[in-house]
Structure formats: C-alpha cells, structure tokens
C-alpha cells in the first residue's frame, strides 16, 4: 500500500466476507486457535504509522502484525425482569502465544517495538475480528443489533490523535458498534484532545471508574460517558462491603452515581456468576434509567455468541478470557 486512498480501497473490499476470510489466517495447532489478520495489520500500519513501523526490526514486524484480541463478555444484571442477555464484549490484546497485554508490553520492550503501535496493532485486530463476526451472523442469519465492543483508549493513543483519527475513519462501523474506554491513568493534558475527538468523530465513550484516575479528569468527561465502568478492584472492594453488611449504602451509592453521572449503563468488571453482590444488585436495583451489567474473564457467552466465542482456559489452564472460534469449524 503506498497511501492512505489505496488503503481505503482495500479495507473496503474487506467487507466482503470470501475476501476477509482469505486475509484471515488461525494460530497453528498447539496455539490458540484464534483468527490473525498479519497481512492486513502489517499493511495498515505501514501506511498510518510508516516512520515507526519503517523503524522496527523484521523480528519486531512479525510479532507485532500476529497480535489478536480476546474478549471479555459483557451481560444484563439488573433491574428485573430484564431479559437475561449477552449485550456486548471488551476486547484485549492477546499476542500468537494466548500471552495477555503485559506479557505482550514485555516482549515488545525485548524487541524496541514502541507502545504505540502495540495498541493499534489491536485496535486493527478489534475491528477486523467484529467485522469478520458480523459478516458470519449474516451468513448464519443471526441479528446482532445492539451488540457492543469497547476497548481501552489511554495515553498512547492520545498522544496520536491523527493517526487515531485516520484509523478509525477507515473502520466506518465503529460508529455502531464500539465504546472507548477512557483508561484511569489519563491526566487532564489530555481532555481537549479527547473531547475534540469525542465530538468531530462521533466516539462513545465508556469512563473507568478507579480510584487511579484523576478526581477533575473523572468529573470533567462524565457528560462525555454513556457507560460507567467499574473496575475488577473496586468490584472486588464491594464485594467485601457487602459481606461486612453494607448493602445499603452501596445501594444509595450507586443509586446517587447513577443520578449524578447521568449514565444509562454501569458495568461491574470481574462480577462471578456465584458473587453475591451479583444476586444483590439482580434483587435490589430498582431504577429504571440506569441499567447493570456485569463482566467476567471466565464466562461463556449467552446463546447465540457461544457458537462464536470459547473459554480460552479450555486449551490453557492458567489463560483467561474468550476467543472468536468462528472459523474453527472452517478449517
């Protein structure tokens, strides 16, 4: 690819479903046997990040362009008598070997690969592997109408708004399909240039809710967030509220929140399906305008994404999360 127009092109021809499977390959057996897309990554960065990629070593392209993602499911909780479904997925980078994102930061330190091509090496991934997901619904004649997909958006991103803004511009369906999730560690440096990408190019945005992130950060992009996440540490903190009993105070807690925040989602992240602060909120949550999810590593999907994605843990013990098998069945 030579430019940014011939690319288009090529993306563009990637919505159809023969073309995409042909750029699609799967880990050889032994591995994780999730879809890679390393001809399509390699040729995108090439062209969106040519200094940097023209910079890396032909050991650090091969890694870098076999990046994939997994996923995490995201479900209804609450409030009853909400119909119990599967509303979406938060996808991670995950390299050939089913290594997760800090093992993925190790080894590219190893090989001078800059922080910034690892994350839109996945964010490449994420796109490709939701596009290649929709086209197989079709096929399948199954709808996914309000399914959504949120990835992590920190520093490394904003400290690239053009390129960011050219890659997202060449995946149109993020439009629909997609929540950015703002990391915890994001300074207030950073405000205008997320509120100018929020505005000019339609982003939704999903807002950490951790003790990590900056107090004027977080109250500044609250107006910005349609989901509120709140993180597996402090899920895990309130589990330990609700055992030392209190529950209610959680309630009015989250209840305030979720008046104040103005937010129509709140997501709990690392929520077992045994928690009890999981059957809690299924008993107690009672406003309307706010909804709750949960989101789990070491859950499988609700019918019908379970045809598409598995528990990795089936081929590694000690890996967590799930992978599109979609195509497993193709091969």
């Known amino acids: 690819m030579q430019n940014i127009e011939e690319l288009q092109q090529y993306l563009a021809s990637l919505t159809i479903e023969s073309n995409l499977i042909g750029q699609t390959v799967v880990a050889a057996p032994g591995c994780l046997p999730t879809p890679c897309f390393p001809d399509v990554i390699e040729n995108v960065l090439e062209v969106v990040t040519e200094r940097e990629w023209e910079e890396l070593t032909d050991r ?32 991670l980078a995950i390299d050939r070997d089913g ?3 800090g093992e993925i930061v190790e080894r590219s330190q190893e090989l001078s690969i800059p922080s910034v091509l690892v994350r839109f090496a996945s964010l490449i991934a994420t796109f490709l592997t ?33 390129t960011l803004k050219t890659l997202l511009e060449l995946f149109p369906e993020y439009h629909e399909l997609f929540y950015f999730e703002i990391n915890e560690e994001v300074t207030e440096d950073y405000l205008t240039t997320i509120r100018t990408l929020a505005e000019d190019l339609g982003i939704r945005l999903a807002l950490d809710d951790t003790n ?9 992009l609250l107006d910005l967030a349609d989901w509120i996440k709140i993180d597996f540490q402090a899920t895990a903190y309130l589990e330990e ?16 929140y979720a008046h104040g925040a103005r937010s129509p989602v709140i997501v709990f992240e690392g929520l077992q399906e045994t928690s009890p602060l999981k059957e809690f909120f299924e008993q107690r949550w009672k406003m309307v305008n706010t909804v709750l999810y949960y989101q789990s590593r070491e859950r499988s999907p609700i019918p019908p994404w379970n045809k598409y994605f598995g528990l990795i843990q089936d081929y590694h013990d000690d890996k967590f999360g799930l992978f599109f098998k979609g195509l497993i069945n193709e091969q």
Do not use: C
């Open 212 to 220: 990590k992130m900056d107090v004027n950060v977080h109250h500044q």
């Open 130 to 162: 939701v596009r290649l997901l929709s086209q197989q619904m079709e096929r399948d004649h199954e709808i996914m109408p309000s399914l959504t997909f949120s990835q992590n958006v920190d520093t490394n991103y904003l400290n690239y708004p053009r």
């Open 60 to 91: 650090a392209r091969n890694y870098l362009k076999w990046i994939s993602v997994k996923a995490e499911s995201i479900d209804a909780l609450a409030p009853r008598p909400l119909q119990k479904s599967t509303r979406g997925f938060e996808l």
């Open 99 to 101: 290594n997760s994102f």
């Open 241 to 256: 509220q609700l055992l030392a009993g209190a529950g209610e105070n959680i309630i009015l807690h989250f209840e305030e």
